[in-house]
């Protein structure tokens, strides 16, 4: 008899824990990985709680920061957008915002980037261009880069042969265009930027893109001009 009594129990024990554990989240009576059924997704200038009690979350590092979730970068990282350049406007959400957004960019004749660093800003867009563009473009712009020299990819325009502005090569880097992906992921926003400098600087005006100073040409220049 008390067997019974046990196994009855125990059925009835177990099947109260099941019906519960299908109960409604709101009223949720256990929970076995909270950090899952109720993931924390922190504001970064939101005073920091314990996410499951009214408690303040005492964890020193968000103490000293006035319980600000929003820590400073660890010491030694990168800065991801050191130039302050950030998106102008929402990723295009269809084909008729994407061409409204080609068109407006077409207009863009200037970068927002620092004029007085325009020669630096070409060169550094140069090396990622090469890095990064370069293998379907090719280094002379002309679409002949290796990736469509082996036949894998073709279609790659010639530069010369395109109507752009520093505005629409950007555009393209950030959303892409046909059969091109968007380089948002690879590049940050300032170097978008140089990267379409340096198309238009070396591509559509028929000059080179300024070279760094050899260390031996700097010596030259100021000797001739002691000389003077």
């Not at 325009?157 to 091109?180: Q, W």
């Not at 340096?198 to 001739?224: H, L, Q, R």
Request: aromatic residues 8%; charged residues 20%.
């Amino acid at each position: 008899m008390k067997k019974n009594v046990l196994k009855i129990t125990a059925i009835l024990g177990l099947a109260t824990v099941l019906l519960n554990s299908c109960g409604p989240k709101e009223n949720t009576p256990l929970v076995y990985f909270p950090d899952m059924y109720f993931p924390v997704a922190y504001d970064p200038l939101m005073k920091a709680q314990d996410a499951y009690s009214d408690h303040e979350n005492e964890i020193p590092a968000f103490v000293k920061n006035s319980f600000a979730t929003g820590l400073a970068p660890v010491e030694g990282s990168v800065a991801q957008n050191k130039d302050g350049i950030f998106e102008e406007s929402p990723l295009p959400k269809n084909v008729d915002e994407y061409n409204a957004g080609y068109d407006a960019s077409k207009k863009m004749t200037g970068s927002p980037l620092n004029p007085a660093n325009a020669a630096k800003d070409i060169e550094r867009g140069k090396m990622l261009f090469d890095r990064t563009c370069a293998t379907c473009h090719g280094t002379g712009g002309d679409g002949q880069g290796p990736i469509v020299q082996s036949g894998a990819f073709s279609g790659v325009p010639n530069y010369a042969d395109r109507e752009l502005t520093v505005g629409s090569v950007h555009y393209v880097l950030t959303n892409g265009r046909n059969a091109m992906g968007s380089y948002a992921g690879q590049l940050n926003p300032g170097d978008r930027w140089r990267v379409a400098m340096y198309v238009m600087n070396a591509f559509k005006k028929g000059a080179p893109a300024p070279a760094a100073a050899t260390p031996a040409a700097e010596t030259t220049e100021t000797t001739t001009a002691t000389k003077k």
